[in-house]
């Protein structure tokens, strides 16, 4: 069998990992995701890379080895609820610092299927660039902190 490979942070894996919700039915879960891909854009790959959120509970080891070598385990989530935060918990890790877009940016959760049957409008018409690149300033800010 072979064996397990080691990962050291800034030499073969990432410095620092995002673990960022993504609910796509929502305003703040796409932000969320948008704005840690952004964050990454602006860091580069040594700094930071968003990490699978759905390797933990399926046990994929390379996601389990990256994470345990981070410097810090940011999680990024758009609303109270937490997806993100709780999964990477539920692994047995404790992130450095726990993001949530409505509490630390003051976004406003909208239910994109509210509109369903009313008014309906394009995905990316419920997107705000404004609070994309706000709360891309807050994960880069947590990290580079
Ligand atoms: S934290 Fe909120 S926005 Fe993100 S996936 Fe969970 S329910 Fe959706």
Redesign the pocket.
Known sequence: MAEEQQFQAGVNTHENVIFS???GA?N??IT?GLASLEAVKELGLTKAAIMCLGGLPTNVKPVFGKTKAAKKIITV???P????RKVVEQAGFKPTKSIVLTRDISMKKKGLSEDIGKEIKGVMDYISDDEVKRAKDFIVKTIME
């Not at 609820?81 to 993100?84: G, L, M, N, Q, V």
């Open positions: 919700c993504f609910g929502s703040t879960g969320s989530d758009g609303c609820f937490e997806c993100a």
